[in-house]
């Protein structure tokens, strides 16, 4: 693994705290910036590239960035989940539906632990879900966020969880 520089760290997290006041060219810019600073091949800066790129909606860039960062194997647990869930919803965007559909299937096979917890687990699911629904799997889709959401009701946790099972 790369070594982390807290301070790149911290300066490419102030810019996505300020990314929605950003026009999408500058945010592009200001990520290619600070990833400028990482080895050209490294992995954060792969993603962060991907990221800006997504965020400006410039889908037509992000898939390879993504992928390059998935492939590397270098980046940390999370930001590898974010990859994956950002590429799939690439994908999903672009109508390559079951490529989104196994992404996000293999992400959520993966089990990836982070602070004791699937590192977004739930947020894969409700990706999954959307491309579900894309695919015209309304039902299956339903089921599928039920099921994310039914943990966190306070109330009627384990009958929804049953419902979305059925």
Not at 13 to 28: F, G, K, M, T
Not at 62 to 75: H, M
Request: charged residues 25%; glycine residues 4%; proline residues 4%.
């Amino acid at each position: 693994m790369p070594v982390v520089d807290p301070q790149w760290e911290a300066r490419i997290a102030a810019l996505w705290e300020r990314a929605q006041s950003l026009p999408p060219d500058e945010l592009v810019r200001a990520a290619d910036a600070l990833a400028d600073e990482l080895e050209p091949n490294d992995a954060r800066a792969l993603f962060e590239r991907a990221c800006a790129r997504d965020t400006a909606g410039i889908e037509s860039e992000v898939e390879k960035y993504y992928r390059a960062a998935l492939a590397s194997g270098q980046l940390d647990a999370y930001r590898s989940s974010r990859a994956s869930i950002q590429l799939a919803s690439t994908l999903r965007i672009l109508g390559r539906l079951k490529e989104s559909e196994q992404l996000l299937v293999a992400e959520l096979d993966r089990h990836v632990e982070v602070g004791g917890q699937r590192a977004l687990h739930d947020e894969a699911r409700a990706a999954l879900a959307l491309t579900y629904v894309a695919e015209g799997r309304a039902v299956e889709a339903a089921g599928l966020a039920l099921s994310a959401l039914a943990p966190y009701l306070s109330r009627y946790n384990r009958s929804m969880a049953a419902n979305a099972a059925e």
